[in-house]
């Protein structure tokens, strides 16, 4: 394949929102992952460095928490080993993300611990109010076994919908508690950059359905939507299995 093959193909991934490294591991693009970001920092895409998918940015100041602090439910330093080992799917962390710094429409995402299955919901703003009223249609959708928040206040009334003794609280600016929805997070900056000023449940649901496909390094380059349909079968085959020792 010549130059400007390559070049159509890796613009066609980027166009999707793939990074280099799910072009070459998951798509099969035949070139080095330092050569596709060599291109395009050498300008031999037609792209530049702002049209990396996470643009190098500067050092933030490191927030400290208070020490009288106190969560608003369980802390995370309750929540059992067998969900910090990741050994089944159901648990969720939950977080909001901002489309502006104005008070208006925003995300309410879960995303499942082990597979990274994502629930993505727009909601009318950033209030227990609209959170829970978005959480009682999901837990009608989905099979969610714990949920895992920060200490925002959009967060401390979980325990109306949700049994409260599944509810877990990471302790303040400790984003690491919940690494798994800060990443994948910034897949949904991808399209929706901070600063967007407008979406609607049409585009919200393309994304959410554009992750669940996304490969994963963690996941062996699967996607969360192929690990679950794998893990619902082994689950099945187990079912048939005791029943006929």
Not at 18 to 43: C, D, N, Q, R
Not at 50 to 61: E, I, S
């Amino acid at each position: 394949m010549d130059s400007r093959a390559f070049s159509v193909k890796i613009l066609h991934y980027h166009n999707q929102k793939l990074s280099p490294e799910m072009m070459v591991k998951a798509k099969g693009v035949t070139v080095g992952m330092s050569t596709i970001y060599y291109w395009i920092h050498h300008g031999k895409l037609g792209l530049t460095k702002q049209n990396l998918l996470y643009p190098r940015k500067g050092k933030t100041v490191k927030k400290q928490a208070s020490l009288n602090f106190k969560p608003a439910g369980q802390s995370i330093e309750q929540r059992p080993k067998a969900i910090n080992l990741r050994l089944e799917n159901g648990h969720y962390e939950i977080d909001t993300v901002l489309l502006t710094r104005a008070k208006n429409h925003c995300l309410l995402v879960l995303t499942d611990q082990r597979s990274r299955h994502q629930i993505i919901r727009l909601i009318p703003n950033k209030s227990a109010e609209s959170v829970n009223k978005a959480l009682k249609l999901i837990l009608r959708q989905h099979h969610i076994l714990s949920i895992t928040a920060d200490n925002g206040a959009e967060f401390n009334r979980l325990a109306d919908v949700f049994s409260k003794e599944y509810i877990y609280y990471a302790h303040p600016y400790a984003y690491w508690e919940r690494g798994i929805n800060e990443n994948h997070n910034r897949l949904i900056r991808r399209w929706l950059p901070k600063g967007t000023k407008k979406t609607i449940p049409k585009e919200v649901a393309f994304i959410e359905n554009w992750i669940n496909n996304y490969p994963k390094k963690y996941l062996d380059y699967k996607s969360p939507r192929e690990d679950c349909l794998l893990a619902n079968l082994k689950f099945s085959f187990k079912l048939i299995i005791d029943f006929y020792p």
